[in-house]
Nanobody, 126 residues
Framework: QVRLMESGGGSVQSGGSLRLSCTAS??????????MTWFRQTPGNAREGVAN????ITRYADFVKGRFTISRDKNTVYLQMNNLTTEDTAVYYC?????????????????????WGQGTQVTVSA
């Protein structure tokens, strides 16, 4: 059983920063067995991929490039978010899927991910 737990959400003013953490309990697997991705979702909208960590490779959605950084330390994945805007307000989710499931365009497809955290709210005010 793979379990994910996010933390670090909160409220910040536009231009500020937050760091999200996702701690994974991998039940005998190693972190290299999984693709780890941060998604976000706003009410009425589909979840969208934000940043992905595939073993040693990181990828970002265009709308966060240069502002967000994904990193990993053992079984914890971080999302450092800088220069936040009101459009970044969302519930942020950490998700994991076995590496073969997240190649190419699938890496930001929510349907490819079997394991999800409970989500953490990020609110950015003007």
């Amino acid at each position: 059983q793979v379990r994910l737990m996010e933390s670090g959400g909160g409220s910040v003013q536009s231009g500020g920063s937050l760091r999200l953490s996702c701690t994974a309990s991998l039940s005998g697997y190693t972190s290299n067995d999984f693709c780890m991705t941060w998604f976000r979702q706003t009410p009425g909208n589909a979840r969208e991929g934000v940043a992905n960590f595939d073993r040693t490779i990181t990828r970002y959605a265009d709308f966060v490039k240069g502002r967000f950084t994904i990193s990993r330390d053992k079984n914890t994945v971080y999302l450092q978010m800088n220069n936040l805007t009101t459009e970044d307000t969302a519930v942020y989710y950490c998700a994991a899927t076995p590496v073969p499931n997240c190649s190419g365009g699938a890496r930001f497809a929510p349907s490819k991910y079997q394991f999800w955290g409970q989500g953490t709210q990020v609110t950015v005010s003007a």
